[in-house]
């Protein structure tokens, strides 16, 4: 079955440190791991992903990188700025379908 | 290049009435699913339609139907409302049902209250 566990919930740092979110998830049949970052009032937003057939994915300030024996894969953010504020979520994507836990609440202070 | 969109944006009801929500996908995508998100909690999958027949199904009661059409579009119905199904309803598309795994794309929501 599909089943994601995000660590922390919560996440608190302050401006220009950097911020890292893990997932892990069950199925081994994954071959699609996205992150969406959710702000108050806003629809999600895909703001990187990452296939099966690769290890790590860099975009400007967010990376993810992949662990398939482990199972779990994770979101780098360098130099945190207040607008990365947000909830960030990692659905366990299979087939079309995404699984979403309730995500980690962002708090970048100034 | 239109994104996701959806109609209309905020809607009250009272229980036991009936809503019908809309969804045109992103330009060249055929798969639309559907998502109730709770405050505070994850968007949960409700359906997903590809190619006018719905494909995969999320844990929901029947009161929750839904319809694709040949343009793609789809709409969400809810029947019989309950204080529980207030919530914003998202809507995602994406390309190629649930042959391959393709990035989603979320519209703004439409939020639904229930008094």
């Known amino acids: 079955g599909e089943n994601v566990e995000q660590h922390p919930s919560t996440l608190s740092v302050q401006e220009g440190d950097s911020a890292v979110i893990k997932c892990t998830y069950s199925d081994s049949a994954s071959n699609y791991f996205p992150w969406y970052k959710q702000e108050l009032g806003k629809r999600p937003q895909l703001i990187i992903d990452?296939?099966?057939?690769?290890g790590e994915k860099k975009d400007q300030r967010i990376a993810v990188t992949l662990n398939k024996t482990a199972k779990h894969f994770s979101l780098h953010i360098t130099e945190t700025q207040p607008e990365d504020s947000a909830v960030y979520f990692c659905p366990e994507a299979n087939a079309g379908k995404s699984t979403f836990g309730d995500g980690t609440t962002l708090t970048v202070k100034p | 290049d239109a994104g996701v969109t959806q109609s209309p944006t905020h809607l009250i009801k009272t229980r036991g009435q009936q809503v019908t929500l809309r969804c045109s996908p992103k330009s060249g995508h055929d798969t639309v699913s559907w998502y109730q998100q709770a405050l505070g909690q994850g968007p949960q999958f409700i359906f997903q339609y590809y190619e006018e027949e719905e494909r995969q199904r999320g844990n929901f009661p029947d009161r929750f139907s839904g319809h694709q059409f040949p343009n793609y579009s789809s709409e969400l119905n809810v029947n019989a409302l309950l204080l529980g199904d207030s919530a914003l309803y998202l809507c995602a598309s994406s390309l190629g049902g649930t042959l391959f795994y393709n990035e989603q794309f979320f519209g703004p929501g439409t939020r639904l209250t229930v008094l």
């Open positions: 990452i296939r099966s057939n690769v």
